[in-house]
């Protein structure tokens, strides 16, 4: 990514402009860790809470530069052989196969153990090449011939062991596998991790990126955001709505209702055909807006209030 030339990536307005072409309403502080991010040739750890839109950032950025996006999805457990490489070994045992057959062939002539034993070696050696090398997602963000956007989501969600293999990969974009090598990057892809901050990060990956931490957005960016998305639905509709889940927000809840859900909420609205709030609506389509049923019974007592505190 970082030897490519792309004008949308020249400054922090154009990003701001793509972006939106893209349906993707950011704040300034977004496009400037973008444009920070690609010119210092940095990774970007995206911080903020769930549905904030840190994963559509990595996607819009995809999208934007017209560059491949390789997603690697974190959990507890994740290794190299998932995250960076493994051997296909259902190929290197059909090989075995072909050598028990061809053994004779290739020992003909051998004479000694030791000349036999090298003649083995060399044929072994096949084993771990190129040829049987799988690819898992890390490394195939750093093969790529006109580099790729590489999305590491929810990286909290991994054990630090696994952060520990990031650093090489994030500080020279390159990675040694002891069979072959050291592989480098030609073209080192944009990087974006992301976490939902359920645990702390290391201070050596932080140290390695650029923090962006994403919060939600205010009223004026939430209907952009609506506007965008869900154009149909009317300025007073938008606004009503949107000033609502704000009043939520504010309420002691399990999971406060996120941006994607503003956007499921507004398009459900529209399909029950409604041009504004009314109590019984709203009552109606909360499971819409809240995840956990505590917290549906935590707002419905609130809901005239809300209702008539927001307009």
């Given amino acids: 990514m970082h030897t490519q ?24 502080e ?10 210092l040739r940095k990774p970007i750890l995206v911080e903020g809470p769930p549905g904030v839109g840190k994963t559509e950032l990595a996607k819009t ?27 296909k070994y259902g190929k290197q045992l059909l090989y075995t196969q072909v050598l028990k057959e061809k053994l004779g062939d290739l020992l003909h002539g051998a004479t000694g153990l030791a000349e036999s034993v090298e003649r083995l070696h060399q044929f072994g050696d096949i084993f771990y090449s190129e040829d049987f090398l799988e690819p898992r997602p890390l490394l195939q963000a750093m093969r790529q011939e006109k580099g790729a ?33 050291t592989v480098k990057a030609q073209v080192s892809p944009m990087v974006f991790l992301t976490s939902n901050n359920t645990r702390d990060i290391s ?18 960016l939430e209907e952009r955001i609506v506007r965008s998305r869900v154009p149909d639905a009317g300025d007073q509709l938008r606004h009503q709505l949107v000033e609502f889940v704000h009043s939520l927000r504010e309420l ?15 398009r459900s609205l529209l399909l029950l055909h409604a041009d504004q709030l009314e109590e019984n609506l709203v009552r109606d389509t909360l499971n819409v807006l ?19 505190d927001r307009g």
């Fill in 5 to 28: 030339n792309y004008p949308q990536l020249e400054s922090v307005e154009r990003i701001e402009a793509g972006f939106e072409a893209f349906g993707y309403i950011c704040s300034r």
């Fill in 30 to 39: 977004i496009a400037t860790a973008v444009f920070l991010a690609f010119q």
């Fill in 61 to 87: 950025t995809a999208l934007m530069l017209e560059a491949p996006l390789i997603r690697l999805q974190c959990y507890e457990g994740l290794d190299e052989s998932k995250a960076l490489y493994e051997w």
């Fill in 149 to 181: 956007i590489l999305l590491i989501d929810e990286v909290d969600k991994s054990d630090y062991e696994f952060e520990s293999l990031l650093l090489e990969i994030l500080s020279d974009y390159q990675v040694s596998i002891p069979e072959i090598g």
């Fill in 203 to 220: 201070d050596a990956l932080k140290r390695r990126c650029l923090h962006l931490y994403i919060p939600f957005p205010s009223v004026e």
């Fill in 252 to 266: 002691d809840l399990k999971k406060a209702p996120a941006v994607s859900e503003t956007i499921d909420w507004a």
């Fill in 290 to 308: 809240l995840k956990f049923q505590e917290d549906i019974q935590t707002a419905q007592p609130e809901l005239q209030k809300l209702l008539s």
